[in-house]
């Protein structure tokens, strides 16, 4: 069994900076694409940023430039540096990762989620 435990969200004013991050336990193999979403009260949740494995990475257009997607894979952990925060940044940020636990056997993890909220 694997989970995804995030940390780091918290209250910001507009234009601060917060670090998250996502480590990943239990029986782990490898992690493909490691994924940060969010989903902001009465909106579909949308995907943030994702890194591959290989490192690449991809943001959504509200927040290249801001913000930082990038993994350690020797500690199962996924962070997002987010700076000049929003206010429309506001939301449950989760984590979401492809994790194979034993040969050619994945699994699509979410984690439980970390509230952020930008606000004067």
């Known amino acids: 069994q694997v989970q995804l435990v995030e940390s780091g969200g918290g209250l910001v004013q507009p234009g601060g900076s917060l670090r998250l991050s996502c480590a990943a336990a239990?029986?782990?193999?490898?992690?493909?694409?490691m994924r940060w979403y969010r989903q902001a009260p009465g909106k579909q949740r949308e995907l943030v940023a994702s890194i591959s494995s290989g490192a690449s990475t991809n943001y959504a257009d509200a927040v290249k430039g801001r913000f930082t997607i990038s993994r350690d894979n020797a500690k199962n952990t996924v962070y997002l540096q987010m700076n000049t925060l929003k206010p429309e940044d506001t939301a449950v940020y989760y984590c979401?990762?492809?994790?194979?636990?034993?040969?050619?056997?994945?699994?699509?993890?979410w984690g439980r989620g970390t509230q952020v909220t930008v606000s004067s």
């Open positions: 979401n990762a492809l994790i194979e636990t034993s040969p050619r056997r994945f699994y699509d993890v």
């Open positions: 239990g029986s782990i193999l490898s992690i493909n694409a």
